[in-house]
């Protein structure tokens, strides 16, 4: 059998648009031949999907799924927020984020994970293309997991249980009662949802965004005309400020914008007589990242009548 390289299937799925895996079940079946394996996901049908891989999908839906001391979170993205409110795809997002408690936040291990019912997820995924005729993909997947405690998911914007347009995980480690860590866990992930922290902690912001800080603090700071010394307490102020509001547990807890998340826990631990630690986050929001293509529905119309935009369409 012919060795099936990363190079064949990334020729592949930019020849054809197939998924991942399936371009690399269509290779193993045609020898790692290239035209044949073109023809082999044609033959099965996977042309329809093929034809719609090319379009942007930054709309869809966040899932969330949580069992025991583990939580997982899914983005599975389409072409249109109608799709959204299929069911179809609602259940996939929903089986998808609970195989993720299972099988990782790899999406290519994830995509090959089976699914409930035959095939794999990606089968699966394919499937649903060519059912509700829009591009989809299954973008991200994180999992939270504590030793003793609780992960509590919030969605906001639900369009269904647990699904929705932005989620969150929250970690708490601790011995307290459930039910006093789930009000809590919940809080903490509402205001996470709201105030879109960007790490745990101050050490813990990504140096790269600090650096991007700096320069910009730079930037202003010098625009000032005072001394260097100045300007450079200048800049060391405003990181200061920037890490003090895009970490979490310093950020002011948004219910009463005055009490830092971090006095909430502790707060909270008091209560509960027991110590309570916040260990992790995670926060999805659809379509963060993805650069949307702009549509042009004029440009579209005379295009397909073989026109300019600038031509009436007879």
Not at 107 to 132: C, F, H, M, R, S
Request: charged share 25%; proline share 3%.
């Amino acid at each position: 059998m012919a060795e099936i390289t990363a190079a064949s299937v990334k020729e592949l799925r930019e020849r054809t648009g197939a998924g991942m895996m399936d371009c690399k079940k269509a290779l193993a079946e045609t020898n790692g031949e290239m035209e044949p394996a073109i023809d082999w996901l044609r033959a099965k049908g996977l042309s329809a999907a093929a034809k719609k891989a090319g379009r942007t999908a930054a709309e869809g839906l966040v899932g969330a799924a949580v069992e025991g001391t583990r939580g997982a979170l899914v983005e599975v993205n389409s072409e249109t927020d109608f799709v959204a409110k299929n069911e179809l795809f609602q259940d996939f997002v929903r089986s998808v984020a609970k195989l993720a408690l299972d099988n990782g936040t790899d999406v290519e291990a994830l995509g090959a994970a089976q699914y409930p019912g035959g095939g794999t997820v990606q089968e699966k995924l394919t499937d649903n293309i060519a059912k509700i005729g829009e591009n989809q993909s299954l973008r991200r997947a994180a999992v939270l997991e504590v030793k003793e405690g609780a992960v509590v998911p919030y969605v906001h914007n639900q369009v269904a249980p647990n699904l929705g347009k932005i989620g969150v995980l929250v970690a708490l480690e601790s011995s307290a009662p459930a039910d006093s860590l789930n009000e809590l866990g919940k809080q903490i992930a509402q205001h996470v949802a709201a105030a879109h922290p960007q790490a745990l902690d101050a050490d813990s912001i990504d140096p790269a965004l600090i650096e991007r800080e700096r320069s910009i603090a730079m930037e202003k700071a010098r625009e000032s005309g005072k001394p260097d010394n100045i300007i450079e307490k200048m800049v060391e102020g405003g990181l200061a400020k920037f890490r003090k509001e895009n970490a979490l547990l310093s950020q002011l807890f948004v219910r009463d914008n005055k009490t830092p998340v971090a006095e909430v826990i502790a707060s909270a631990a008091k209560d509960a007589g027991t110590g309570i630690q916040l260990i992790g986050f995670v926060r999805y929001q659809l379509g963060e990242g993805i650069e949307k293509q702009q549509s042009d529905f004029a440009a579209e119309v005379a295009a397909a009548a073989g026109t300019s935009k600038a031509e009436p369409v007879a």
